[in-house]
């Protein structure tokens, strides 16, 4: 168990709704990242958060939007939700570059 | 093209085999090379992670880097059923606080009893 917990594990939204998704640790770690994984694909980073502010950003839209809160807890927001968002989001924490443990996970299915 | 390559196989040994599983990667920046299992559904889980070139072992795993050829790989001695996952490899940059993971696209791999 690395600690990272998430929630919801799993939701069904349809397309143009918008999504939020929680990302929790026991350990006081503070930067947070969130991936997204495609079926049958490697995870694609997103963005991240260092104490409470993004300073990093993946290949995505604005419509994805985060938030980290003061106990490092964090949010992805997503916006006008499309049939491609449908994935598995993950979040990472993790202090160093080389030990980032991520949770199980929220399946994301677009209608 | 992309980042970091890896062979998705699909991969399938018997019990007690040794397992190779390879990455490529074109970014010459890349110093942290980790390996994750991945479970049907589940988070990926952190195997190992090496910062220079060469060998690292923990218990039946060992990863290699070659720098010069640009070349990761992760190997499983004496394959267990349990070993039965998705395996990724991720690399990133040293950078302030930044620590953005590149992924493979993972190798699926079956133990057979």
């Known amino acids: 168990e690395t600690g990272v917990t998430q929630s919801p594990t799993h939701l069904i939204k349809t397309r143009g709704q918008q999504v939020t998704l929680r990302c929790s640790s026991q350990?006081?770690?503070?930067?947070v990242s969130w991936y997204q994984q495609a079926l049958g694909q490697g995870p694609q980073f997103i963005f991240q958060y260092y104490r409470e502010e993004e300073n990093g950003r993946g290949n995505f839209p604005p419509r994805f939007s985060g938030l980290q809160f003061p106990n490092y807890s964090s949010e992805l927001n997503v916006n006008a939700l499309e049939l491609d968002d449908s994935a598995l989001y993950l979040c990472?924490?993790?202090?160093?570059?080389?030990?980032?443990?991520f949770g199980p996970g929220t399946r994301l299915t677009v209608t | 093209q992309k980042e970091v390559e890896q062979d998705p196989g699909p991969l399938s040994v018997p019990e007690g085999a040794i397992v190779s599983l390879n990455c490529t990667y074109s970014n010459s920046a890349f110093q942290y090379f980790m390996w994750y299992r991945q479970y049907s559904r589940k988070g990926p889980e952190l195997l190992m992670y090496?910062?220079?070139?060469g060998n690292k072992e923990d218990g039946r795993f060992t990863a290699q880097v070659d720098k010069s050829s640009k070349y990761i790989s992760l190997f499983i001695r004496d394959s267990q059923p349990s070993d039965s996952a998705t395996y990724l490899c991720a690399m990133s940059v040293p950078s302030g606080s930044a620590r953005q993971l590149t992924f493979g696209s993972g190798t699926q791999l079956t133990v057979l009893p």
């Open positions: 350990s006081g770690h503070n930067t």
């Open positions: 990472a924490m993790g202090t160093d570059a080389y030990e980032q443990y």
């Open positions: 090496t910062y220079s070139s």
